[in-house]
Structure formats: structure tokens, C-alpha cells
């Protein structure tokens, strides 16, 4: 057997020195996999999308929750506040309900 060179064992230092980073601190494993060792192009792609597709995702999702839901849901909360000082409480929440789903579906 031969004795390991020294560049390949830098190197192999390298790869686990980018690994490591790469799973404790992932911004920093990124630069440093992008810099130092000689990854093929497809790893070092894939890994620098997987976060990007997340956060994209992420931010689709935010984009997409109804930011008005508080707005919808402010009169039915006024009713059933209202209803508190109602001697016959669960009729009143009821009836609020009652309006504010047929208010609020499509005719179905």
C-alpha cells in the first residue's frame, strides 16, 4: 500500500471540515463548500437550492393565509360579546353563528 499524499489527505480534511460545518452551521458550510474542497458542481447546486426552496415555500405560504381573516371574523366576535350579558347565552352565540355562516358562504 502506498502512503496517503498530503494533498489528498488536506483534501480529505477539507471534506469533513465542510461536512461538519455544513451540518452545525449551514450558511458557514455553504461558503466554505463553495471555496475550499473540490465538490462536483451538482452537490454544491443541490445544496445551496434545498434552503432556497424552503424559504421560497415559506414565503408562498405567508403570501397565500388571508390577512383579512381578523376583519371577517370581527362581527361575529362583537355578537358573541354581545351574547355575554345575554341571559339565554348558548341561543344568542348560536343565532350569531347561524348569521355569520350565511353571511359569509357563496349561496351553496
Not at 475550499?36 to 458542481?41: E, G, I, R, Y
Not at 354581545?82 to 349561496?107: H, M, P, Q, W, Y
Amino acid at each position: 500500500m502506498e502512503p496517503a499524499t498530503p494533498q489528498k489527505t488536506i483534501s480529505e480534511s477539507a471534506s469533513k471540515v465542510t461536512v461538519f460545518l455544513l451540518l452545525m452551521f449551514y450558511p458557514v458550510g455553504l461558503i466554505v463548500m463553495w471555496f475550499w474542497p473540490k465538490w462536483k458542481l451538482w452537490i454544491k447546486i443541490g445544496l445551496t437550492l434545498i434552503p432556497v426552496i424552503f424559504i421560497g415555500a415559506g414565503l408562498i405560504v405567508l403570501a397565500s393565509l388571508d390577512s383579512t381573516l381578523d376583519d371577517k371574523l370581527r362581527p361575529l366576535r362583537n355578537c358573541i360579546d354581545a351574547c355575554k350579558s345575554d341571559t339565554e347565552n348558548k341561543l344568542c352565540v348560536r343565532t350569531c353563528e347561524e348569521k355569520f355562516i350565511e353571511d359569509n358562504t357563496l349561496g351553496y
